[in-house]
Structure formats: structure tokens, C-alpha cells
């Protein structure tokens, strides 16, 4: 990502989703009012076992993603978890975007940086599989996919997804469109 797209994007970020950063958890509790949450396995099962799962697990995910993105371009924001605030070597184009302090405590050893970076594709059913599997298998954690004006958040997680809409309106009719993919628990989570 070039220099001027990493400022668009933060900018972007900063009107929509105000105070808080680009992390996944951090959003869920500031803006439960337009989320939604899915999960991916019957009984809210966790993780899949056999391929018959990952082809539900996929499904899931692939059916909101075309929802919110079909035929539009995406950013697709994957995170580096470190424990050093320098910008880990990963190669070029990859499109580093900005590094966080997460955790901020006092003993060096134990603070939490997350490096962010993102990659604007077109968005196709099926084209981020590989980093979905990932996430169900508890491999990867924390790829945030968003629409070029980041008015929309799908947020993937081993057992489902924390979905993030414009207005608490359209999250209802997603969430009613889905019903048969929300927690029983009270708190939706």
C-alpha cells in the first residue's frame, strides 16, 4: 500500500469508526448497536473436523462476505501480533498499513503491538479462502474485510463472524436474512 493509501485509509477509519482502532475485538462492545454476530457450525460448535465442516465454515463466510461485497473492491487487513514496536520484515507488496500498541504494560516484555496490513482486491467469492480456513483453525486471528469507504466490517474468528453494517437497520435485515447462524446466548455472543 503506498504512502498516500495509508493515509486515506486511516482517515477513512477515523471518521467511521471514531475512537477506536482497527482491531476486531475492540470494536464489538462501541458499536454493538450495528453488529451482528454469526456462528459458522450447527450448535454453535467451535471448530470443524472434517471437510464436510470447512465446506459449511466456507459457506458461511462466503455468503455474508457476497452480501456486503459482491462486486465491489475490498480491503482485506490481516495483523502481525509482536511484542516489538519495529515493522517486522515480511516481504514486498505486502501492503503494510500502520502499527498499533495494543497492550501497553509497563514491563517491555509483556506489551502487544499489532502491525496491520492491507491489500485492496476485487472482491470474489472463494478469494481469501485460504486466510478463512486459517481463521477457523485458530491459525489466524484478526483479518478485518471492508469495503473501500469502511463503512462496513466483516470480521472472521474461529467459530464465526462479528459483522459491523452502516446502520443498526441494515444489520437487523442481515441479521434476519441469517437467523439460523446466531447464538442462542442472551448477549448474542
Known sequence: MSGDGRTDLTELWRRRWPGCPPVGYKLRDPYRDVRVRFHSLPESK?????????TVVLECYNTVLDELFAGADVYVITPLWTTEADVPSVGPGTGYWQSLLVEDDPDPEFRTYCHLFATRRPWQRGCIDSLLRGTADDEVAGILITDT??????????????VFLATSGERDQLRDRH??????HPSGL
Request: hydrophobic residues 20%; charged residues 30%; negative net charge.
Open 46 to 54: 467451535r471448530y470443524p473436523e472434517d471437510e464436510s465442516e470447512y
Open 179 to 184: 437467523a439460523g447462524w446466531l447464538s442462542s
Open 149 to 162: 469507504r469502511v463503512q462496513r466490517i466483516h470480521h472472521p474468528y474461529d467459530g464465526g463472524a462479528d
